[in-house]
């Protein structure tokens, strides 16, 4: 099928697949888990990287890999992106190529990012020149947020072993992903907005993992300028975010959140009840 432009292929697998294990009890049971898959990729013929991935949207995680790597400046310039689960490989065709491809991926960085994520190129030096805007989020709509995503993560309550994320807008959300390491997630994610011309400025993207360098790194370039995780954070992730002007909220559970940077930007609207342990605190270093 076309999307955009671009000839595409529709390889969508099923997240999980049933297995038999044991229990605690010796008794045989079906069970689903997370149905990991390498996906290798080419570009113009020539082997770039491999991905581990649910494989349940392919064709958007190597959409948003390729732009998150900044191989490709446009959606145009991409001519067709087809998956073959057969040979474990997506093959993608520039219309132009892609200069420097070479040095390019020479210049190979390994993260922290679950299974291990990759980044290429100089990618801090084009970081370094991105500047979000200043927008301004409540305490009130983050709650109802995160309220609303204790719906979804439906691969992780059947089969665990898997991260998700998603982008949102207010206390609404747009899209939710969940793949084997939250870097896929935010891909595709990534993928799709790119695919459809989407803005950030306006979004937030949430995530179970850690926030790290890389997490920032590409919710930087998808524009978005708020980044809201359960998890914690890495000093490099927090540095990047100080640098690019990234909100980061992490450690956000029910009515609990720390905002690392960009406290100046949420207005706590909506502070729950400080409990008897925390206002004792509080007094004694007023004193």
Known sequence: MERHGILMSDAGLAASEPVTAVDEHGASRITPIAAERP???YVDKREVVTLMTLGSQPELLVLGWLRNQRLVEEPGGIAAIQVDWETESVAVTTRQGIAGLERRLAHKTVTTGCGQGTVFGDLMEEVERIRLPAARFSQSRIYALLEALGSHNEIYRRAGAVHGCALCRDDRILHFVEDV??????DTIAGLMWLEGMEGGDKIFYTTGRLTSEMVIKVAQMGVPLLLSRSGLTLMGLEIARRVGVTLIARARGRHFLVYHGADRLDFDAPP???????LRTAAGRC
Not at 181 to 186: K, T, Y
Not at 273 to 279: D, I, K, L, N, S
């Open 273 to 279: 009840p400080r409990r008897v342990g925390e206002r």
């Open 181 to 186: 390491g939250r870097h896929n997630a935010v």
């Open 39 to 41: 996906l290798t990729l």
